[in-house]
């Protein structure tokens, strides 16, 4: 039997959570988040991703209710949530101090919230043994948070915020303190909590890897505005403008002019170069400037100029990096350009098949990049 695919977003008939319409935040003469409208799904994992100052913690803070929009309604499970103080939200936040008493044991600090609602003692217990369990951490309950490592600090943060079982749990760059290694880690377990718990995620975050391995969407902000929302897969393969092909990933951008050609457009894009090819649905582009984005992995490198394939250029390779899995050349063009092609590294490198200032041909299909009109 084929597993349902997780997409409410492409289902006219589902409600979301969260809705965001025409919202506007103003700091002063300051625009921080500009007449924005986005749906949030139950049980999503929606990441806010953008480069500082880009409003995605603006965003974050008028659902935590810690700051009031200046126009435009926030919808929560249907009720407009802007008059309704943080604490009568069905919404947790959890920063990226983590904000734990140090004075208080793990069990303690998860428990704090639920004493505060005087919820039964018996309740509170049992609620903490859940929290304890499904955060891993039952072993560490009479500990002290200076007594754990900063992992596990993160994921008590994470259990006293979701003891109160909320509709909705807000993460401030919540992988922010921890290291590479445990990041990468963590946010598997993050994915896991939220799986099991059916709790809806929305995480704020610059880093783009982070966005892309725990999201079911992403929303690339700027300026206040979200640029795309989609899928990660989407994001990366097909981003609707350069801004979102530039910020997520690497990516090689040839900029040129376009002329309608069998399904597609011929782009000329230096002096002396053969135009190159590339097949979309894209229309309106002709005669017009325009720009292809290439991922370096779909970037072949070769010391023959290859055989019937769609684009080949010719270039001279400038730097090496060696990052174990892959290798990423950087390979000068006659003009100047550098473009990247990377290799991944599935054998033992004893002696590269190419050097420095080494001739080499860079080649692709006809469908390994997107076209965009800016």
């Given at each position: ?73 926030i ?46 003692k ?7 043994e ?22 596990q ?5 994470l259990?006293r ?6 509709k909705?749990?807000l ?15 963590t946010?598997f ?13 929305v995480?704020v ?20 505005r ?32 376009a002329?309608?050609?069998?399904d ?15 097949k ?20 072949s ?5 290859p ?14 990096a ?9 390979v ?9 092609a ?5 054998r ?27």
């Amino acid at each position: 039997m084929a597993e349902t695919v997780f997409a409410p977003w492409d289902d006219s008939n589902a409600k979301p959570l969260i809705q965001f319409k025409n919202v506007t935040k103003r700091f002063g003469e300051f625009t921080a988040i500009d007449d924005l409208s986005i749906d949030i799904f139950e049980q999503e994992f929606f990441a806010l991703l953008g480069p500082s100052g880009c409003g995605k913690t603006t965003l974050m803070r008028l659902l935590a209710g810690f700051e009031t929009p200046t126009s435009g309604e926030i919808l929560l499970a249907g009720e407009n949530i802007v008059p309704v103080p943080p604490n009568k939200r069905a919404v947790n936040m959890m920063f990226q101090s983590y904000a734990l008493f140090p004075h208080l044991d793990i069990t303690e600090n998860i428990a704090f919230g639920l004493k505060r609602d005087k919820m039964p003692k018996p309740d509170i217990d049992a609620r903490v043994e859940e929290m304890l369990a499904l955060t891993r951490l039952t072993q560490f309950a009479r500990r002290k948070p200076h007594q754990i490592s900063g992992g596990q600090r993160q994921r008590v943060a994470l259990a006293r915020s979701l003891a109160k079982a909320p509709k909705l749990l807000l993460l401030d760059e919540p992988l922010g303190a921890l290291d590479k290694k445990l990041r990468q880690d963590t946010q598997f377990e993050l994915m896991d909590i939220q799986e099991k718990t059916g709790t809806t995620f929305v995480i704020v975050t610059h880093d783009q890897e982070e966005a892309m391995t725990v999201a079911s969407r992403v929303a690339v902000m700027d300026e206040g505005r979200i640029v795309q929302v989609a899928t990660p897969d989407a994001i990366y393969e097909t981003p609707n403008s350069i801004y979102v092909a530039d910020f997520i990933g690497d990516v090689n951008i040839f900029e040129g002019h376009a002329s309608a050609a069998a399904d597609g457009y011929d782009i000329a894009w230096g002096e002396g170069q053969k135009p190159l090819h590339a097949k979309t649905s894209v229309e309106n582009l002709d005669g017009k400037q325009c720009y292809l984005a290439i991922r370096p992995e779909k970037v072949s490198i070769s010391a023959q100029k290859p055989e019937n394939v769609g684009n080949a250029v010719l270039g001279k390779i400038h730097d090496i990096a060696y990052l174990g899995n892959i290798s990423t050349y950087y390979v000068g063009l006659p003009d100047g350009k550098i473009v990247k092609a990377q290799t991944a590294n599935t054998r033992r490198i004893s002696r590269r098949s190419f050097t420095w200032e080494d001739d080499v041909w860079l080649s692709w299909t006809d469908t390994a990049g997107v076209v965009l009109g800016r």
